[in-house]
């Protein structure tokens, strides 16, 4: 019975972190996205190379700690309300790195993370239907 209670409790705990975060993404829900523009060496001091979806999960992270929120435990990355969630890097114009967009899902929404050429990183973030 109290090993019950516990789990209760715990998924009631998680459940709130999760509306917290939304909350403070969404300002409130008077937003239905939001964007971040970072220098991407202030992103992580981790050398990811190529690995841009690797990157852009970097970028995310620093996007959700800017609003207060907590990516480990508010943000579920590999779950989205469609069931798993889908991430992936294209380049929008074949050959041209600098045309590479990453797209995200977690449970809270989407990003889409691009790079600039002058070594800023923009994060967008769109709230689920």
Not at 7 to 13: D, M
Not at 35 to 44: I, L, P, Q, R
Not at 74 to 102: A, Q, T, W, Y
Request: glycine fraction near 6%.
């Amino acid at each position: 019975m109290k090993f019950i209670a516990l789990i209760t409790i715990l998924f009631s705990l998680s459940a709130h972190a999760e509306q917290s975060c939304l909350e403070k993404l969404t300002n409130d829900y008077e937003r239905e996205s939001r964007t971040f523009e970072f220098n991407a060496d202030h992103v992580t001091d981790r050398d990811f190379g190529r690995d841009t979806l690797a990157f852009s999960f970097q970028a995310v992270r620093k996007a959700l700690t800017t609003v207060g929120c907590h990516p480990k435990l508010d943000v579920n990355f590999s779950k989205s309300p469609l069931g798993g969630s889908d991430n992936l890097c294209r380049e929008i114009i074949p050959g041209r790195h600098s045309s590479m967009v990453c797209y995200i899902e977690s449970n809270l929404g989407y990003w889409v993370v691009s790079q600039g050429t002058v070594n800023n990183v923009v994060v967008t973030y769109y709230r689920w239907d």
